[in-house]
């Protein structure tokens, strides 16, 4: 039987869509860290940041992930540029 | 020489542990290894049954630790293999009929009179399973391919690795040729990439395990089914034997096989 959703690419391969969820909740569970925890985290650090810096949320990421032998809190949190305050940022004209 | 205690284990029930422990068993005593396999399973007893062996039982591992018999009087010897034999679980009892410490007590006097110990794991995390590692030398952890066994397969290497009964090996049970070419099954080099141990079997999904457990005569002694083969080449491999992996189809050519053949 041919699988059209497939030969169109709409749905993904189970077997990759299972190795990345297994990934995802192995990462976690290593940690011993909830989701719900993650969740709680980055709305603290949105809280602090945003008393120095104007942070772009929307675009903000923190995620655990697993290196060679540790687990790793990653972020990444785009600081919004201060082009309203009238000057370019350095290195262009 | 002292014998080597093996402990068959898994996170999740269900995937293969004592369709393992008969058949590493049978092929170890096929290669002229004695062999005892202890089913630790303890209220849960199935060992025997997927021996064929379970009009026999007379003594059992809780009437041996509770010294009701003398451990001789609880073994059994298999009817095809003379090499091979099973200590028995007590079918009404539980797991905190015995204790971690005489477990490796157990282990430590049958490994003197026995080249392999076998030990067939409860599922799950609790004392069941501190029993079965408890005289531990080595460990293998059985999984399917599939999420929720791998993650408990962590589990268990996190809890084996902590308690130092290293080393622990991998078999994927349950593989499913048809399914991995889709690409709708974890693939073997995902799963042990993810769990980052090493992997010393590959089981085929074979309807002749349910066949031959059905009659109680473990596929690894007959010799035309696929899984019988692949829990062979585990054996040979814990003895010491480099054997690839089955490939899980022959992918070459019909004209290269032919070619194979005439040469
Ligand atoms: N490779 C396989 N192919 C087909 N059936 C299998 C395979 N391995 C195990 N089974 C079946 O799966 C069931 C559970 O196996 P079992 O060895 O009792 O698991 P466990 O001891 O881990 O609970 C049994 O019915 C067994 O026959
Ligand atoms: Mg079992």
Known sequence: MVNWNRVFRRQRRSGDVARERLQLVLVHDRAGVSPELIQTLRHEIIDVISKYLDIDQAGMEINLTQGRDRSKLVANIPIRS???AGHTPEGRA | MAGYVITITSGKGGVG???TTAN?????ALQGKRVVCIDADIGLRNLDVVMGLENRIVYDLVDVV????RLRQALIRDKRLPELHLLPAAQTRDKTAVSPAEMAELCHVLRKDFDFVLVDSPAGIEQGFRNAVAGADYVL????PEISAVRDADR???LVEAAEK???HLIINRVRTNMVQRGDMLDTNDVIEILAVDLIGIIPEDEEIIIS???GVPVALGEHSRAGQAFRNVAARILGEEISFMPLRDSRSFLSRLLDRVR
């Open chain 1, 82 to 84: 201060s082009r309203r």
């Open chain 2, 17 to 19: 542990k004592t369709t």
């Open chain 2, 213 to 215: 457990t059905n009659r």
């Open chain 2, 66 to 69: 509770e010294g009701r018999c």
């Open chain 2, 24 to 28: 590493l068993g049978t092929a170890l």
């Open chain 2, 166 to 168: 290293g080393p622990v």
């Open chain 2, 141 to 144: 952890v059985i999984t399917t």
């Open chain 2, 156 to 158: 268990i290497i996190g």
